[in-house]
């Protein structure tokens, strides 16, 4: 690690910010910068699955109400997809147990709302980043917590594998055929 630099900077250098409030995306960007993070600012959805495909960040972070009707939660419920060891961050002005409840659910690592302080998301991102950082380097693969259980609709085995596979398509080894694994518990 370089002298002067924290774990997070160290961890975190280019952050994805998908926010489609001008205002709100320029003060992300400046407070991200002064914090010495490379920022790209995407308006919606589209514009952030391409930057993410083109670009792999080392955080995003996205508003949960975003235009064209994709909110925040479908984003990161396909970046989980895409990439799991990828912290997201939730910047929200929706200030409701359900909203949260369902960024949990997705592997939202922390859930803001808005107005916010400054320090707060700088914190939300050190945290988010290290806890990333350990899982994939110190691994908890081996934790039943980080294991999906369900069954093939075709036989009936019962199946668990990792949470990395939430979405994928495997063969059930009992009779072969093709069983998604559940986004969710």
Wanted: glycine share 4%; charged share 30%; with cysteine.
């Amino acid at each position: 690690m370089s002298r002067g630099m924290t774990p997070a900077e160290v961890i975190v250098n280019r952050i994805l910010v998908v926010e489609d409030d001008r205002d709100e995306a320029d003060f992300l960007k400046t407070l991200l910068k002064q914090h010495k993070y490379t920022v790209e600012i995407a308006k919606d959805a589209g514009q952030a699955h391409a930057a993410f495909s083109m670009h792999i960040p080392d955080l995003v972070i996205t508003d949960a109400i975003l235009p064209n009707d994709v909110s925040g939660f479908e984003v990161c419920e396909r970046l989980r997809q895409q990439n799991p060891h990828i912290p997201l961050i939730m910047l929200t002005a929706i200030d409701m147990d359900d909203a949260r409840s369902l960024a949990s659910r997705i592997g939202v690592d922390a859930y803001i709302t808005k107005p916010f302080e400054p320090e707060e998301l700088i914190q939300n991102i050190a945290a988010a980043a290290e806890e990333h950082w350990r899982k994939r380097h110190f691994g908890t693969a081996n934790s039943e917590s980080d294991k999906v259980r369900f069954e093939c609709s075709e036989c009936g085995k019962h199946l668990k594998v990792k949470t990395a596979h939430r979405g994928r398509t495997l063969n059930c080894p009992r009779c072969g055929q093709p069983v998604v694994v559940p986004l969710h518990d």
